[in-house]
C-alpha cells in the first residue's frame, strides 16, 4: 500500500478553470477512503503528469474534497512525490520566517506566471489516501507547492495573493496564451502557435 501504486494507470481528467465555483469555494474533508477514492488519486496523477504540473488539488479537477497530489523537487532536488488529504500547512513564524519570492503559475490559469513572495519552508500534516497520518517537511519549491496545494483547497488561488497590478499583468499574460489550451485540456494536448 504504498503511494506508488496510485501514480500510473490513471485517466486523464480536464483541469478545471479559474472563474468556477469550485475553485473558489472551501472544500469538503475526505472521509471515505475508498477504492473510487483511490481512483479519482490516481487520474489526478495522470492529469498533473500530462499538464507537466508539480502539484493539483482537487479542486482542480471540479471536485470539492480537501485532497492534493504532488511531484515536486525540495531544495535539494530530490523529487517527492504524494498525495495528502484535510491538508494542514504550519508556516515558520519570527526570525525563522524568511520569504523567497519566485515566478508561480497554476494549472487552472495556464501561460500566467508572476512573481510571489512566500515562506521557504512549510510542513504539511494530513492523512494518505488511506486514511493514515502524513507529515510532509518542505523546502524550495516543495515548501510552495504545499502552500499552493492547500490555498487551493480553502478557495484561494494564487492571483489572490497578488497586488491588484500583479494580478492585472497575470490575466494579460494568461489571455496572451489561453487560445494554446483547449477546453478539455490537457485531455486534448495544447496547441502549438503552428496550429493558429
Same mark, same amino acid.
Not at 495528502?84 to 519566485?102: F, H, K, M, Q, Y
Not at 517537511?137 to 497586488?163: I, M, N, P, W, Y
Given at each position: 500500500m504504498g503511494?506508488?501504486? /496510485? !501514480?500510473?494507470?490513471?485517466t486523464? /481528467?480536464p483541469?478545471?478553470?479559474?472563474?468556477?465555483?469550485?475553485?473558489h469555494?472551501?472544500?469538503r474533508?475526505? !472521509? $471515505?477512503f475508498?477504492d473510487?477514492f483511490?481512483?479519482?488519486? @490516481?487520474?489526478? =496523477? $495522470? &492529469?498533473? $503528469? #500530462?499538464?507537466?504540473? #508539480?502539484? +493539483?488539488? $482537487?479542486?482542480?479537477?471540479g471536485?470539492?474534497?480537501?485532497? =492534493?497530489?504532488?511531484?515536486?523537487?525540495d531544495?535539494?532536488?530530490?523529487?517527492?512525490?504524494?498525495?495528502? *488529504? %484535510?491538508?494542514?500547512?504550519? /508556516?515558520?513564524?519570527g526570525?525563522?520566517?524568511n520569504?523567497?519570492?519566485?515566478?508561480?503559475? *497554476?494549472?487552472?490559469?495556464?501561460?500566467?506566471?508572476?512573481?510571489?513572495?512566500?515562506?521557504?519552508?512549510?510542513? *504539511?500534516?494530513?492523512?494518505?489516501?488511506?486514511?493514515?497520518? #502524513? !507529515?510532509?517537511?518542505?523546502?524550495? &519549491? +516543495?515548501?510552495? *507547492?504545499?502552500?499552493h496545494? &492547500?490555498?487551493?483547497?480553502?478557495?484561494?488561488? =494564487?492571483?489572490?495573493?497578488?497586488? %491588484?497590478?500583479?494580478? @492585472?499583468? +497575470?490575466?494579460a499574460?494568461?489571455e496572451? +496564451?489561453?487560445?494554446?489550451?483547449?477546453?478539455d485540456?490537457? #485531455?486534448?494536448?495544447?496547441?502549438?502557435?503552428?496550429?493558429?
Amino acid at each position: 500500500m504504498g503511494i506508488e501504486e /496510485l !501514480t500510473t494507470g490513471g485517466t486523464v /481528467l480536464p483541469i478545471t478553470r479559474w472563474g468556477e465555483s469550485v475553485m473558489h469555494a472551501q472544500t469538503r474533508q475526505v !472521509t $471515505a477512503f475508498d477504492d473510487d477514492f483511490r481512483t479519482l488519486v @490516481r487520474d489526478m =496523477f $495522470a &492529469t498533473m $503528469a #500530462v499538464a507537466h504540473g #508539480v502539484g +493539483l488539488a $482537487a479542486t482542480q479537477v471540479g471536485v470539492d474534497l480537501a485532497l =492534493f497530489v504532488y511531484d515536486c523537487p525540495d531544495a535539494d532536488d530530490i523529487h517527492r512525490m504524494g498525495a495528502i *488529504c %484535510n491538508p494542514v500547512v504550519t /508556516l515558520p513564524e519570527g526570525d525563522a520566517r524568511n520569504l523567497e519570492s519566485a515566478e508561480e503559475g *497554476c494549472l487552472s490559469l495556464p501561460g500566467g506566471y508572476q512573481p510571489l513572495a512566500r515562506p521557504d519552508h512549510s510542513v *504539511c500534516t494530513g492523512v494518505d489516501p488511506w486514511g493514515q497520518p #502524513v !507529515t510532509v517537511v518542505g523546502t524550495g &519549491t +516543495l515548501a510552495r *507547492c504545499l502552500q499552493h496545494e &492547500t490555498d487551493h483547497l480553502k478557495g484561494t488561488v =494564487f492571483g489572490d495573493r497578488l497586488s %491588484n497590478r500583479m494580478r @492585472r499583468k +497575470l490575466y494579460a499574460q494568461h489571455e496572451e +496564451l489561453a487560445h494554446l489550451y483547449p477546453e478539455d485540456w490537457p #485531455v486534448s494536448p495544447r496547441r502549438t502557435s503552428a496550429d493558429g
